[in-house]
T-cell receptor, first 113, second 112 residues
Framework: DGGITQSPKYLFRKEGQNVTLSCEQNLNHDAMYWYRQDPGQGLRLIYYSQIVNDFQKGDIAEGYSVSREKKESFPLTVTSAQKNPTAFYLC????????????FGDGTRLSIL | GDSVTQMEGPVTLSEEAFLTINCTYTATGYPSLFWYVQYPGEGLQLLLKATKADDKGSNKGFEATYRKETTSFHLEKGSVQVSDSAVYFCALTYSSASKIIFGSGTRLSIRP
């Protein structure tokens, strides 16, 4: 079955450390997205990409970085510059045509040690 | 700019009660509207959608009608079950857009 796989499900980061969250999709979607969700809050867009080797900042890109070297993969790095990284991170994908729904992975929960 | 406003939760109902979760939107054009559902510890799943005025989206007993005159897309279900306990997000996007605008989510809890 096609879908989006996020790994790991739980991740712990030490102070000053960079960590990378994985997102892989086999839906043949061109567009991919990263969101941050805080407890009791909605989704905030971190980065998105509509095509390989291109990506745009979302609403809260500071302290994060991404790459899009393959259509299937859109990893997110949470850098040490992100001072409050504890959150639930969701990856999504869609066809490029904007009024199509996004498909979501099951998320990665990042905590600070 | 465009935005989505949902009723604040949590909403707590007894099993078999009637459910309404309000959603209103502000849009400069003619967006498509969605309801997503998020079960605990999981990602979001598309529940239903409507792409033009007066369209009714439906799935799993849930319904929502795209009301252009009131800029609303309220989610309804005639008889809720404990398994419907989740967070529900209303959202909008455009055919020309590269992003979806989400509401803040409404947590629904159903008592047996």
């Amino acid at each position: 079955d096609g879908g989006i796989t996020q790994s790991p499900k739980y991740l712990f980061r030490k102070e000053g450390q960079n960590v990378t969250l994985s997102c892989e999709q086999n839906l043949n979607h061109d567009a991919m997205y990263w969101y941050r969700q805080d407890p009791g809050q909605g989704l905030r867009l971190i980065y998105y990409s509509q095509i390989v080797n291109d990506f745009q900042k979302g609403d809260i890109a500071e302290g994060y970085s991404v790459s899009r070297e393959k259509k299937e993969s859109f990893p997110l790095t949470v850098t040490s510059a992100q001072k409050n990284p504890t959150a639930f991170y969701l990856c999504a994908s869609s066809v490029v045509q904007g009024d199509q729904p996004q498909h979501f992975g099951d998320g990665t929960r990042l905590s600070i040690l | 700019g465009d935005s989505v406003t949902q009723m604040e939760g949590p909403v707590t109902l007894s099993e078999e009660a009637f459910l309404t979760i309000n959603c209103t939107y502000t849009a400069t054009g003619y967006p498509s509207l969605f309801w997503y559902v998020q079960y605990p510890g999981e990602g979001l799943q598309l529940l239903l959608k409507a792409t033009k005025a007066d369209d009714k989206g439906s799935n799993k007993g849930f319904e929502a009608t795209y009301r252009k005159e009131t800029t609303s897309f309220h989610l309804e279900k005639g008889s809720v079950q404990v398994s419907d306990s989740a967070v529900y997000f209303c959202a909008l996007t455009y055919s020309s857009a590269s992003k979806i605008i989400f509401g803040s989510g409404t947590r629904l809890s159903i008592r047996p």
